[in-house]
């Protein structure tokens, strides 16, 4: 039996043609159901503009074969180029302390790329078993430092797990982003029970990920609240515009919007511009310097009035 009345769903999983779409379960009292949908055949609606997170609008829905056509995409609130997803609430940009070994520049441009989605980020460590208790209490200052509460996680010690996951029911959409190996898809599975998604140990010699999850997944944690885990990467360059720059450091516009640092041009990036006031004894200042040396173009100034 076809039905023929159009529902709203969310895209949770993409591959290939198909997507994977979980009806609202509100909207639809009929029926509660997962579908395997394609996209509706037109000139203008491929493939490539549907994305996990996306709430699409269904309809020609076959509840025995459970397939289904997207007839449409709802308007999207945000969407995060790599890993693809849309509708986005909440970031968690997730390390190892160990094994792949912390490595700063990466976990700075992590969280600039996540800082540029405008939504709230969060730090993860995890591996704290494998530090001492004295290395860990220093990294969480370092990246108070940075702006950022660290959540430290260590498989030994399921408690801390429980203080995430009751931050995470409140959240909408919250994706786990981070390189390989450093622990997201085992992070999902203490939360989920019974969720089970594959893991693998890093590479003995070198310590590395393995690449282990390959598809961005949506899972929900209850019917207002989900979890995206997606691929491990690493980020080896970053194309910013330098004039967005001073927005996605906390160092900085803590001291511009909390503490009324006035720099002579609004633009200022504070670098060695004339009239610039910015406090600039932050660690991660050099790391932000380098970005905006490095960077080809440059903007103009803008004088205050
Ligand atoms: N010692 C220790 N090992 C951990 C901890 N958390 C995860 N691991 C191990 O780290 C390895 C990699 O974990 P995964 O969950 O597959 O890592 P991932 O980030 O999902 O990796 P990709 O899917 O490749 O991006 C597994 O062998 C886990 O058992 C932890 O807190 N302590
Ligand atoms: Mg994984
Ligand atoms: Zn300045």
Redesign the pocket.
Known sequence: MKFDKTYKGLVTKKFNEFFLVELNQYENKEFNNKLLCKIKKSVNFRNQFVFVGDEVIVYQIDLKSKRGTIKSLVKRNNFLERPSVANISNIYV?C?V??PKLNLSQVNRFLITAERLGVEVSLVL?????ITEQKRLFLINKFQNWGYEAIT????NPDNFKNLLNELKKNKCSI?M????????????MIIPGLNN?????STKIKR?????RNVELVSLSSKSFIV?????NIHTLEIDICELPNLYPEISKQVINQGVNCKFRNCLHVDDHGCNLNKNFERYTFYKQMIESSKNHCCLIQED
């Open positions: 997730i190892s160990e094994e995890t591996k704290c078993d494998l996680l260590n498989l030994n786990f981070g390189p390989s190996g450093v622990g997201k898809t085992t992070l999902l599975n594959t893991t693998a140990a890093v990920g393995k690449n282990t999850t885990d997606t691929p491990g990467f």
